[in-house]
């Protein structure tokens, strides 16, 4: 889905999320996603309730923080897809830290924090790399 990194699990979740907002049935309102695709119109409402979907499962859960000031994320992308953007992310640092007045290390890291922030769902890169660790060191599938 391009509004949010997800596997197909997730991208049903949120599909049928979104059409029950929208009060339609889940295969109807995923055809009306794959046209809007392709440059048909979709209603306002419909692109609405597919974000506020989105949004519900992206953004944080209820609850304690871990202790470290950072609370979950509803859904999360797999170990690997965070390893290799965490892995980008200091690559980038590194060299932006080696060549400040690099502007194409400086767009290589604008764009890898970017991600970053958004695959973890966080508005900060700060929180974001505190929640690629947490979920890279977290036990049990991915």
Not at 47 to 65: D, I, M
Not at 85 to 112: H, I, K, Q, W
């Amino acid at each position: 889905m391009a509004l949010a990194p997800c596997g197909t699990r997730e991208a049903r979740l949120v599909l049928a999320a979104a059409a029950e907002l929208a009060q339609l049935p889940p295969a109807d309102f995923a055809a009306a996603v794959v046209a809007g695709a392709h440059g048909e119109p979709v209603p306002a409402r419909w692109e609405r309730a597919l974000r506020r979907a989105v949004e519900a499962l992206l953004g944080p859960r209820p609850g304690p923080e871990d202790g470290r000031g950072v609370r979950g994320v509803g859904l999360l992308p797999s170990r690997a897809r965070t390893g290799e953007v965490l892995a980008r992310f200091r690559t980038s640092r590194e060299r932006l830290a080696a060549a400040p007045g690099d502007r194409a290390a400086r767009s290589a890291m604008d764009d890898v924090a970017y991600t970053l922030c958004v695959l973890m769902g966080r508005s900060t890169v700060h929180e974001a790399v505190l929640a690629a660790e947490l979920h890279l060191a977290g036990a049990g599938p991915d």
